[in-house]
């Protein structure tokens, strides 16, 4: 945002400015102030989790380095830890066997959190999709901020990818806990983990796999009683 | 260095080894006679045996690969198939035991070669092949407590839609459905009667830790306990989502596990469903900093069965130029950024992974102007390559300002081969090698052993910085090599730092090649580079099984290919390198600082595309 543009957007239009001095001064409310020079120091800060998962975490990874340069979006500070991060760029297939973490990483990522699915893979299974351990998509299990699709994206997909969140970032206010759960009365809820069991279960649809498994069972009491 | 022309032989050695064999075993060894295959199929009650004295006597003493097969409808039989080599070179002497699919069990062949290690492993995860004597016999890609075993040709997958590709769904109707839409509870699963998930206890990691060594050590005077210490799968020097599960004594390794799977993308089921062209663009996704050499090991697995066939033409002088040029330049490509991984890991964070990276991206350049993509190329095809090289293209290579430039693509490969890569190989040399910390950190650590690198079935510049001089290149030639001129690098202390120059001779070795490809490439200007027929959407592949073999960067990156003459596979098997040499990373790291496992793991140089596969 350059600083005209800046101004522009934290200026309250009701309130009248002097000619030659709107490109100076802007007059606003405290909310309104709040909201702008937060979310300002939040977008050009995002500290992202170096997390890679498949061949996407490569092309990450050239983003990062100099021909690309992630660091122009004061973005290049690649977190281990997911207590220090903000994002999670979740770069690649991911495996049921790899949900289970993923899903523990972003309940111990400290809010504000945002996740952006990279490649065709975290989106939606990808060409993997089929596979007998592929999760299709990671937004079956954490809510997701953007979407950056290509097999794998190049680095200027994804610096758009990173672009549209500080867009979103921009658009959020310190005033709507439904846009930003964390602002909201108390923690917010964590996603539950999934087990593995025979197969993947995901606690949340636990009670729904219960109910088919009844219908198929009552449904083979029946054929039986029929057969009789 | 190997020899250069071999000798005529006059008897085939393979033919030779196996009349021995019959000669020792009598009936325990029988000739497998079907057609299109080779090797000999052996009596599972003498498989020890036999295993030992094709070790011992015939000196067939690298296990290259071990794969199973689900002969479902054509025999019914479960089969384990070994493919054993000479270290000085030649072809396969191939091994098959066979079991019956209820109850199968074969004995392990873990003790004759300690490679079979892991793929037993495998084969008893994805196949439930039970090996009898395996030290450690439980699911190695899967979590244990997954019901089934999923590369078994009756087992069907939660989304399960058709047995062979292309899907009826898809075409040629093309109606389009989400399988999650149709089978959304996954109703091939084999839940357990009476499975719940409230008072459930997920084996997945209870396995990992119950065969841990825990407890409290006594030595002399002091006692420590022994504490284990997960690395990964998030972890920033684990490549990736690889999982180390160590046990420690004080900072010393006792144990050490590796845990995989957290990428295993189920590329052989879907291999299995797809027809033969339709896996060329998976197999870039195995290791993905080399989708090329990936593409032309598959390209010659498939070409080995089709030259059975009638119309088969084999790939002109110019694809296989194209083809060695492809792959030599991949392999500067990873070798550079494989060091600087390496540096990443001993604690040099990311810059000399930087100035690597800034190669990779002028030859991924010169990849995405002839093959469309910069990572995913998709590029060989059986009989040739999928397209020329253009006449030009663009890049930002040799400006200051990075600005891009129109260059004449030979142009660009001369400055590339001739100037700009030598520079970038000798810089590396220049500020890493002399290093005090690189030195002191790497020069005698991890050791692997001439013997155990072989009997762990380590390929590549693992193997080569061991002291054995094994390079596919030279040991069973393909494509342009046999004329080509280039030494194989070998170096003899078997540590991290051997490990690391290694890198540095293939790629000097390999600019020496590419630097006569591209005379080859001129010459040869205005060639077909594909030898089959355009627009052939499945060549047909006749009924038999290959093994293609390709030296990829990492080291023997094999596909066992069985067909039955349809359109799709019958069996798909990868022989991924960074999967096998992780077999040695115990070995290797017994008895070293915690620290330093790290510091071999980047030295082994692994991808978990290719490793979980």
């Known amino acids: 945002m350059t600083e005209s543009n800046f101004l522009r957007e934290l200026h309250d239009p009701d309130v009248p400015v002097p000619e030659g001095m709107q490109s100076s001064v802007a007059v606003t409310n405290l909310r309104k102030l709040a909201d702008t020079v937060y979310n300002w120091g939040r977008r050009n800060s995002i500290w992202p989790m170096a997390f890679g998962l498949a061949c996407c975490a490569i092309e990450m990874i050239a983003t990062a380095s100099s021909r690309f340069d992630q660091a122009r979006f004061g973005m290049e500070v690649l977190r281990a830890s997911p207590r220090q991060a903000d994002l999670m760029l979740v770069s690649g297939t991911v495996t049921k066997k790899m949900v289970v973490p993923i899903v523990r990483l972003y309940n111990q990522m400290s809010e504000p959190k945002y996740v952006l699915a990279m490649g065709a893979c975290a989106i939606g299974g990808g060409p993997f999709k089929e596979g007998y351990n592929v999760v299709s998509g990671v937004d079956k299990y954490i809510p997701v901020d953007v979407y950056v699709p290509g097999c794998p994206p190049t680095p200027q997909a994804l610096l758009w990818g990173l672009i549209k969140l500080q867009e979103k970032i921009d658009k959020q206010s310190l005033g709507n806990a439904n846009s930003t759960p964390w602002y909201g009365r108390g923690p917010s809820d964590e996603v539950p983990v999934p087990v593995l069991g025979p197969d993947i279960v995901d606690p949340r649809q636990a009670h729904l796999l219960r109910r088919e498994a009844e219908a198929v069972q009552a449904q083979m009491v029946q054929a039986e009683g029929e057969e009789n | ?613």
């Open chain 2, 1 to 613: 260095m190997a020899d250069q022309s071999p000798a005529v032989e006059t008897v085939n050695p393979v033919d030779d080894a196996i009349n021995h064999l019959i000669e020792k075993f009598g009936a325990a060894v029988q000739r497998d006679t079907r057609d299109g295959y080779s090797g000999v199929i052996v009596d599972p009650a003498q498989l020890v045996r036999v295993g030992r004295y094709v070790r011992d006597t015939l000196n067939y003493e690298y296990l290259a690969n071990a794969a199973a097969v689900d002969y479902l409808g054509k025999g019914d039989h479960l089969e384990m198939v070994y493919h054993t080599y000479r270290v000085s070179g030649g072809p396969a002497l191939v091994l098959k035991a066979q079991t019956p699919r209820e109850d199968a069990v074969l004995p392990s062949l873990v003790p004759v070669w300690p490679g079979a290690n892991f793929q037993e492993r495998e084969a008893w995860d994805l196949m439930g092949i039970r090996f009898d004597g395996h030290p450690n016999l439980k699911r190695i890609l899967m979590w244990e407590g997954f019901a089934g075993h999923p590369l078994r040709k009756d087992w069907k997958e939660a989304y399960y839609e058709q047995d062979q590709k292309p899907f009826d769904s898809r075409w040629p109707g093309g109606q389009v459905s989400r399988s999650e839409e149709h089978n959304a509870y996954g109703k091939n699963v084999k839940y357990p009667d009476g499975f719940t998930l409230d008072d459930y206890e997920s084996l997945a990691e209870k396995a990992i830790y119950d065969t841990m060594p825990l407890g409290v050590d006594v030595s002399a005077d002091i006692s420590t306990d022994r504490v284990v210490v997960s690395l990964g799968p998030q972890h920033p020097s684990t490549h990736g989502v690889f999982r180390m599960v160590a046990a420690i004594e004080g900072e010393t390794i006792r144990g050490l596990e590796p845990v995989m799977g957290y990428l295993h993308r189920n590329h052989e089921k879907i291999g299995e469903r797809n027809t033969f062209l339709q896996n060329m663009p998976f197999t870039d996704r195995l290791d993905y900093f080399c989708s090329l050499s990936n593409n032309l090991g598959y390209a010659l697995g498939v070409e080995q069965l089709m030259a059975h066939g009638a119309r088969w033409e084999a790939p002109s002088r110019r694809a296989e130029a194209i083809r060695v040029l492809m792959v030599e330049l991949t392999r500067i490509l990873n070798h550079l950024v494989a060091i600087g991984f390496m540096l990443n890991d001993l604690g040099a964070y990311f810059t000399p992974l930087m100035y690597a990276i800034i190669e990779r991206e002028l030859i991924l350049d010169f990849f995405e102007a002839v093959t469309g993509s910069r990572m995913m190329c998709n590029y060989m095809r059986f009989g040739g390559v999928a397209a020329d090289l253009p006449a030009s293209l663009r890049s930002t290579a040799n400006q200051v300002n990075d600005r891009v430039r129109e260059f004449d693509t030979m142009q660009y490969l001369r400055e590339l081969i001739h100037d700009r890569l030598p520079r970038a190989v000798d810089q590396t040399d220049q500020l890493l090698t002399t290093n005090e910390i690189v030195t002191s950190r790497c020069i005698d650590v991890g050791i692997l052993s001439k013997e155990d690198a072989i009997a762990y079935s380590a390929a590549g510049p693992v193997l080569r910085a061991s002291g054995v001089p094994y390079d596919i290149r030279r040991a069973e030639p393909y494509s342009l090599y046999p004329e080509l001129e280039f030494d194989v690098a070998v170096r003899y202390h078997g540590d991290i730092y051997d490990r690391y120059l290694i890198r540095l001779d293939e790629m000097r070795q390999s600019l020496r090649i590419l630097k006569q490809i591209l005379p080859i490439l001129e010459e040869t200007k205005g060639q077909s580079f594909f030898s089959g027929r355009g627009g052939i959407y499945s060549p047909r592949v006749p009924a038999g099984e290959s093994y293609g073999r390709a030296e990829n960067p990492k080291g023997e990156l094999g596909y066992y290919i069985v067909s039955d003459g349809g359109q799709n596979p019958w069996r798909y098997h990868v022989r991924a390198p960074s999967f096998i040499n992780l077999t040695a990373l115990e070995q290797m790291s017994k008895g070293n600082k915690i620290a330093d496992v790290v510091a071999i793991l980047g030295s082994i140089d692994i991808v978990l595309g290719e490793l979980d596969r």
